[in-house]
């Protein structure tokens, strides 16, 4: 009797571990618990809503390529400023110390690479380079030395950088994945409509390596911007210091073009979910740069007709103070307190508390530039795409760039003003910021008590 008992509490126990839901539909248990996605340091979040995109005012150009629209936008965060030249130098220390580590691997795998998991024994192909040795950057190791040498400049051309690191060979090297390729359908193909999803793509799911794209970018700044972007200007100064000297760290990063700002963000996804620990990385949060509509929505901070992102129509306050870092007047640039660039957060933050969203540099976006995209694109999220490749025609390489800058005029400030320029060029007057796509916060475990609201 003992045993029956015994057996039948056994079964209870299986039946019971084997399915906890009873027979309905409570969906998977995660192990992980309740997902949660951090503030980003530096960045303010921008609620999602709607506003009608475009001209609220007169067209003064008369061009027609900011016709009104109502459009909808997800919620973000957002770079409260400008990325700056101390930031930027972040990303172009780590390619540096990136391609030394790589070279140092090859004379000293066990210091400077990791081959296999510690716990697990599997064998990385390829190694992990190891983060936690330090470079010797003046070993008295000639193996060593000679082992990074090929990253420093020539002798005859070694300056005054400290490292004197040959920015010719700062190449960031990624990959992406080409989603509108991918999802693109070619019905020239003929094929079985059941079968759509092999026959009417033109490479289909038989071989998805076609597009997963591999970039390499060489990731140093145009210093020699302040120089070829104006004719007889003595502009030289800026060109040796601008972007190493400490007195400018706090500075918007400029001489970047467009490839090196997407790069950018692609690194700071990388380091933002390599550096959380499971936590971190559980969120798989990307870092990009904002399309045109997410940054018109940014500028607005809230104010739906007003022409300047701090909320009124004029370009000074009520003290008769310039509010951003412009060409007033007729070409008085110090009257609103700058010459050039200067530091960032330097003017008042909009309503959401970004700054700079108007004057200082005007900043790349995501979308490619087309004068009639608002006639052509969705409502919701709108954002038009183009990956161009090298040997494109240059209209397909135009980029749109927002907010004006430091050598413009008033209308440049204004938060509906479109402008563009060449994704492989670097300007003087253009930076950018990222901004990271907001998932939603869980409350509880519970779905019908989870909230996808912020606060």
Same mark, same amino acid.
């Given at each position: ?129 190891? +983060?936690? $040795? #330090?470079?010797?950057?003046? !070993? ?12 420093? /400049? &020539? ?111 692609? +690194?700071? $996804? #990388?380091?933002?979910?390599? !550096? ?12 990009? /740069? &904002? ?165």
């Amino acid at each position: 009797m003992k045993k029956i008992l015994l057996f039948i509490a056994a079964l209870i126990v299986l039946v019971s571990c084997s399915d906890k839901g009873n027979g309905e539909l409570v969906g998977v248990n995660r192990k992980s618990g309740t997902f949660y996605q951090p503030d980003p340091y530096g960045m303010v979040f921008v609620p999602q809503g709607s506003y009608t995109m475009g001209a609220g005012d007169e067209d003064i150009t008369y061009g027609q390529v900011i016709e009104p629209k109502t459009v909808s936008i997800s919620s973000f965060f957002m770079d409260e400023t400008e990325i700056t030249n101390n930031e930027y130098r972040q990303f172009v220390n780590w390619v540096s110390d990136s391609i030394a580590r790589r070279m140092l691997g090859d004379v000293r795998p066990e210091d400077y690479l990791i081959e296999e998991d510690p716990e697990t024994g599997e064998v990385y192909d390829p190694p992990f380079l190891n +983060w936690e $040795t #330090e470079i010797e950057w003046q !070993s008295s190791d000639q193996e060593v030395r000679d082992a990074i040498e090929n990253i420093y /400049l &020539p002798e005859h051309e070694r300056y005054f950088r400290k490292k004197q690191i040959d920015s010719r060979k700062l190449n960031y090297e990624y990959y992406w994945v080409d989603l509108q390729a991918a999802a693109q359908k070619d019905f020239s193909t003929p094929g079985n409509y059941l079968d759509a999803s092999l026959s009417n793509r033109p490479q289909g799911l038989r071989d998805r390596s076609v597009y997963v794209k591999r970039e390499s970018i060489n990731v140093y700044p145009d210093t020699l911007a302040w120089i070829h972007d104006y004719t007889y200007s003595f502009n030289d100064p800026l060109t040796e210091r601008y972007f190493w000297h400490p007195a400018y760290d706090h500075y918007p990063v400029v001489g970047v073009n467009w490839l090196q700002a997407k790069a950018f963000c692609v +690194w700071r $996804t #990388e380091l933002y979910n390599n !550096s959380g620990g499971k936590r971190r990385a559980s969120v798989g949060a990307e870092f990009r /740069l &904002p399309t045109e509509a997410e940054w018109e929505w940014a500028a607005r901070g809230g104010n739906e007709l007003s022409p300047y992102p701090w909320g009124g129509p004029y370009t000074r306050n009520e003290k008769g103070c310039f509010l951003a870092n412009f060409k007033p007047l007729r070409g008085n640039y110090i009257d609103d307190g700058g010459l050039r660039t200067i530091i960032v957060g330097h003017y008042p933050a909009n309503d959401w508390g970004l700054y700079d969203m108007a004057g200082n540099v005007a900043e790349w976006t995501n979308s490619a530039y087309d004068p009639a995209s608002y006639n052509f694109t969705w409502d919701m999220n709108p954002n038009y795409t183009y990956n161009a490749k090298p040997d494109d025609s240059p209209a397909m390489k135009r980029k749109v760039i927002r907010g004006g800058s430091w050598k413009d005029i008033a209308y440049y400030l204004r938060v509906t003003t479109r402008a563009y320029e060449y994704q492989d060029t670097a300007k003087s007057y253009i930076g950018f910021r990222s901004i990271q796509p907001y998932l939603g916060r869980n409350k509880g475990d519970n779905p019908a008590k989870a909230s996808n609201v912020y606060h």
